[in-house]
């Protein structure tokens, strides 16, 4: 099925050159591609493959030695560094791996995070938006609570909502399913692909092939080019994956979250 939304990114020929003693790396060798607005990107391959290095020029926490990179219709390449991060803060939502939540925050006030470098909003504006992108991610009932009161996919589910506060034109995702068991991971798929139902446009890097399942698009990177760029056919369900799941994975979940409660 063709994809007639506008191109949100677009690479064109994009190298990147590292300079490493008397070694030059070359970690982008020419790498193009168009991803349009409401697809589910999955990015993958193995370590060394320039993954890392295209998820920063994506995330514009860098540029390009040569080829342009427009995110929105806006050229990032010959950007100043404070203009890269305003563009970044508008138009990117990260979800890292790590969640990279501030401790002994709220949740409420880890999602305002983002809204405080966005002048159109007040304090009562970020609270209220915030409180609105957690109740979309499932949290309604965890708005108070801290990093060290939440699971590893709850605290994963406000790092989520993060991304959503500010309405960026582009999800970006580094391996978020990276440090979660099997049933929290596709419980963070399921929330994913309602995203993307939504319209929303989510990026996923990964070195895990299995997730190629579940998104719409895959784009596989071998020696810093694009080897294969590929429509998914058969985009399987991640609902279906996680109810297919055995019993007792269910059962050991549901003691971890008794004893989190606990420890409250």
């Known amino acids: 099925m063709v994809n007639d939304n506008k191109v949100v990114i677009s690479l064109r020929n994009v190298k990147r050159k590292f300079i490493v003693g008397d ?6 060798r020419g790498v193009s591609f168009d991803i349009r607005e409401g697809e589910f990107v ?12 295209l998820l920063n020029q994506l995330g514009c926490l860098d540029t390009p030695t040569s080829g342009e990179y427009l ?8 950007m100043s560094k404070n203009q890269r991060a305003k563009l970044r803060n508008r138009k990117i939502g990260f979800v890292f791996q790590n969640y990279n939540l501030l401790p002994k925050t709220t949740a409420v006030e880890n999602v305002e995070l983002p809204l405080m470098y966005n002048s159109a909003f007040s304090a009562s504006a970020r609270r209220d938006a915030a409180i609105k992108a957690l109740k979309e991610v499932g949290l309604g009932n965890r708005l108070y ?7 590893g996919g709850q605290m994963q589910r406000v790092a989520i909502a993060r991304a959503l ?26 929330l994913f692909q309602k995203l993307h139902q939504q319209g929303r446009t989510i990026i996923f890097v990964t070195h895990n ?7 719409s698009r895959n784009i596989f990177l071998r020696d810093g080019r694009i080897v294969d760029d ?14 297919a799941l055995p019993v007792e994975e269910v059962i050991d979940d549901i003691v971890n979250d008794t004893i989190n409660q606990d420890l409250k």
């Open 209 to 215: 092939p299995e997730l190629s399942r579940y998104s």
């Open 145 to 151: 609570h801290k990093s060290n009161q939440m699971s």
């Open 71 to 78: 995110l929105d219709g806006v050229a990032v390449r010959r």
């Open 42 to 53: 999955t990015i993958m391959g193995t370590s060394g493959s320039g993954k890392s290095t």
């Open 230 to 243: 590929t429509l998914n056919p058969d985009i399987q369900s991640a609902q279906v994956a996680l109810d």
């Open 165 to 190: 506060v500010n309405n960026p034109a582009v999800i970006l995702a580094d391996e978020a399913t990276g440090n979660l068991d099997t049933r929290t991971s596709f419980e963070m798929l399921v």
């Open 23 to 28: 070694e030059t790396v070359y970690a982008l």
